[in-house]
């Protein structure tokens, strides 16, 4: 490519000397005039690229050339041409909108004379302008971003390097970001994007996919995705229980693939197989869902990524085998209940009355974006939090006075990795099967159970921190089950990790929800709401919608929008909760 | 072309913003120092004023009478009179009494005999060591004075060598004269070393650093632009800790401001290296308090003459104090206050020091490269 603005030449980056490097053997180029998805899970090496290419960090083997400077060498020529916004902004949260912006233009040696002018041309493009004495780390997720943003703007550079822009930024200020960063290649300007975030790489011009170090696809997005046209299919009108349907399907023959989706379920079948997988489907549904039918779907980026991969997990969750069965046990009781929940912490108010019942056997999900009040919620129906006024019961347990008992009926993954580091894996399960109390012949049976369902047996001696993270994630989702809870709390269980992982989780969360456990989970992900039975939208700290998945997305079906995504109806309900409060005050 | 005056100026505005809106380092460079001058100033104190002993008088007769008088008399004892040690021994055991002395019944007798080997003992109380010091020094104190009036009197014989105590600089001999110099030097290890690590471990912590190193910043200019304005700061809490130290503590100020100033200025570049140094290889806030802490505070508390006597520390430790920056602060503090302007100790003092700084700041130079890796 005759425009490339960066050119990786099979890079290897290795931090130590055992174990896989971080970059293996990478090659990409980035041009001029577009966005380019750098896209992958945690773990992938996004963030070890993108310093690779400002010269923060050097290759182990291979070279990089950045606006035709070498990284090596000319590292200094680099700094003073790209914008770089890291993943953490580069804000000095104690200085103000106005002293950020100054200081920036200050270093990037921008003359005085053409400051108020750049000033006045960045704050209108990112709508901070009513902000400019508010302290950086007082702003709200959205604007933080777009502050470092302009930050990086200062100088126009020919390169505009931005690690995760969209963690932490609700949707709508995550819309107004991209549509920002797009305005900016309009003008010639290279956009690199990274994100964990596989929606976000369809909208890309380009895209390099990156896999534990290694690059899966470099090229336009759709490039990828036509690899699996034809070969998606959704089954919809399911009158039953589409988990057990997901579950059936993912065990035909041929099915590569396959989540829940609102109330369909959606199946990837392998190549050359598609006819002879789809009609095998075909009579699955038949025999299970007479009303229900396969129908063609679209092919999303993340189906590829999975073809790529080689296929997702299977649909069969040992754990949930292994879980005794109280799906029968007095069905349709509310396990979970939130009864106007409110939380102030002195005169800001983190979460207003807060209501929803979760029967047996079903997954409720509180999706908003980060301080929306989400966490809030779910910290005090864990009995973490006492509510300022409202109430709640677990599994018939009053929150407030028996707390105690709630929370042994309870299994919890908080968002952090929070088992223990230092401990072996081993060590975790014992120690959390003795924190709930469990008798001596149970104990041995249920760390049997884990060790068995989640393939731990080889990591049993291994310090917790030192797992892969597909393993901590299983190791943590073992330690909250450990006790067969009957309500499981899942706080953005799977932000970060990889798709295949992220498939394995949801199997074991659907089998035993099943089993009728109960689950409230929050998400940002918006395709990880679609797993969700019904869900709760929380934003500025107040519930503005609760329904199915395709329910909230039918409300705001419309002749503009005709077949609008979760994210669109999260847009939508936003921008109308709004209007309503305008309206009211 | 940029500027790079324009772009240093830069830094130091927003390390200075920043500095004046941290609540932390406010604290540390202005609300410490109070603490630890009043604390050193009023609360510790390592002179003992008076001493509760018991005094066993076995038989109250002629020199021996006049000897327990000397011991009633002295203003640095409160005693307890028994006939007999057992009646006194519970008191000692209980930590009302911190010694006991024993005026035997043969002392009259050794007294006044040729060979002159009248004795008398002093038993203290071990558990406290500095405290039983006092008893034992007090003691021999009030026998000396005792003897030397004897003698005087034409009573007993004339000791061979008469001894007449007289303390230079600090004639008091108060503690906090010497306390309060160190007490300082503490402050600026706090504000050089343990500041300094916390505010760029933060930087790393918080990214921002990550975003400075991506703009056309030298890596000098970052590392300077942080280090002057802490620079500043610590010297002026030196400044005010100087001002309290002389107006409210009443210690004096024998020497000049310049060599004061020459001193602080020169102990502040190994304390700002050391932090350098720390904050670059932990780049964590919690690591970095930590080894500023143990690397920093306590041996400036501990390995410097602050509170400890270097001479009397065991040998291997006295060559390791020969590395502690504050050493040869506090040994320079206090003579600027307590006796003058002596050049000939300062000028080796802030060589060592200057000679530390500049090991440090090599090895942090090293250790911090415009790089991630």
Known sequence: ?585 | MSMPGARFGALLVKESIQIVRDPSSILIALVLPLILLFLFGYGVSLDANVVRIGLVVEQAEGPAEDLAAAFQASRYFEVEVASDIRALEDDLVAGNIRGIVVIPATFDRDFGSADGQAAFQVIADGSEPNTANFVQNYASGVWNTWLAQQTANGEGQAPVIALAPRFWFNPELASRYFLVPGSMAIVMTLIGTLLTALVVAREWERGTMEAMMATPVGILELLLGKLIPYFVLALGSMALCTVLAVTLFGVPMRGSVPALLAISMAFLLPALGQGLLISAATKNQFVASQAALLSGFLPAFLLSGFIFEIDSMPTVIQWITVIVPARYLIASLQTVFLAGDIWALFLPNIGAMLLIGLVFFVLAARSTKKRLD
């Open chain 1, 1 to 585: 490519m005759e425009d490339a603005l960066v050119e990786v030449d099979t890079v290897t980056k290795r931090f130590d000397d055992k174990g896989p490097p971080a970059l293996d053997a990478i090659s990409a180029q980035i041009a001029a005039g577009r966005i380019t998805g750098l896209v992958g899970p945690d773990g992938a090496g996004k963030t070890t690229l993108i310093r690779l290419i400002t010269g923060l960090l050097v290759p182990s083997e291979g070279t990089i050339s950045a606006l035709g400077f070498d990284t090596k060498t000319q590292a200094q020529s680099i700094h003073a041409a790209v914008g770089y916004m890291p993943q953490r902004f580069g804000l000095y949260e104690d200085l103000s909108v106005q002293e950020n912006l100054t200081l920036y233009a200050k270093l990037r040696g921008l003359p005085p004379a053409e400051r108020a002018s750049v000033f006045e041309r960045l704050l209108r493009f990112t709508d901070l302008a009513r902000f400019t004495d508010r302290l950086a780390g007082r702003l709200s997720g959205g604007m933080k971003q777009k502050l470092g943003l302009a930050c990086a703007l200062i100088q126009t550079p020919k390169l505009l390097l931005l690690d995760e822009p969209s963690v932490g930024v609700d949707p709508i200020s995550r819309r107004e970001l991209w549509q920002m960063v797009k305005e900016l290649t309009g003008e010639g300007i290279g956009v690199v994007w990274s994100t964990a975030y596989l929606d976000e790489a369809e909208r890309c011009d380009a895209v390099i996919l990156l896999n534990e170090g290694k690059l899966l696809f470099q090229g336009p997005p759709e490039d990828m995705t036509s690899r699996i046209a034809g070969r998606v299919d959704r089954v919809v009108d399911i009158a039953g229980r589409r988990r057990q349907v997901l579950t059936k399907a993912l065990a035909v023959d041929g099915v590569i693939d396959g989540v829940i989706q609102g109330r369909a379920v959606r199946v990837v079948y392998r190549k050359d197989e598609t006819a002879a997988a789809r009609d095998r489907v075909d009579e699955m549904v038949k025999a299970n869902e007479p009303k229900a039918s396969v129908v063609p779907a679209e092919p999303r980026f993340e189906d590829a990524f999975i073809d790529a991969l080689g296929g997702g997990p299977g649909g069969r969750s040992e754990l949930a085998e292994k879980t005794t069965d109280i799906s029968g046990k007095a069905n349709g009781e509310a396990v979970i209940v939130a009864n106007g929940l409110t939380k102030r912490f002195g005169d800001f108010t983190a979460a207003q009355g807060v209501t929803f019942t979760i029967p047996r056997g079903e997954i409720f999900g509180l999706l908003g974006p980060n301080g929306a009040g989400k966490s809030t919620s779910f910290k005090m129906l864990c009995g973490l939090l006492t509510p300022t006024s409202g109430d709640g019961t677990v599994a018939g347990f009053d929150l407030r006075r028996a707390a105690a008992e709630a929370r042994n009926r309870l299994g919890y993954m908080a968002q952090k990795f929070s088992l223990y580091g230092d401990l072996s894996v081993g060590q975790n399960l014992e120690f959390f099967a003795g924190v709930y109390g469990l008798p001596r012949k149970r104990k041995r049976e249920r760390i049997e159970t884990m060790i068995d369902t989640f393939d731990l047996a080889r990591f049993l001696g291994t310090n917790a921190k030192d797992l892969p993270l597909g393993f901590k994630q299983r190791l943590a989702l073992a330690c909250a089950v450990m006790h067969e809870p009957e309500a499981l709390f899942l706080d953005e269980p799977t932000s970060g990790v990889d798709p295949i992982t992220r498939r394995e989780f949801w199997t074991h969360i659907n089998g035993l929800v099943e089993r009728g456990v109960a689950v409230l989970v929050t998400t940002h992900f918006m395709d990880e709401a679609e797993y969700c039975d019904r869900i709760a939208l929380i934003y500025r700290s107040r519930t503005i919608a609760t329904g199915s998945p395709d329910a909230l997305k039918a409300r705001v079906a419309g002749p503009s929008m005709p077949d609008p995504s979760l994210e669109d109806a999260f847009i939508k309900l936003v921008e109308d909760s709004e209007m309503d409060q305008e309206a009211a005050a």
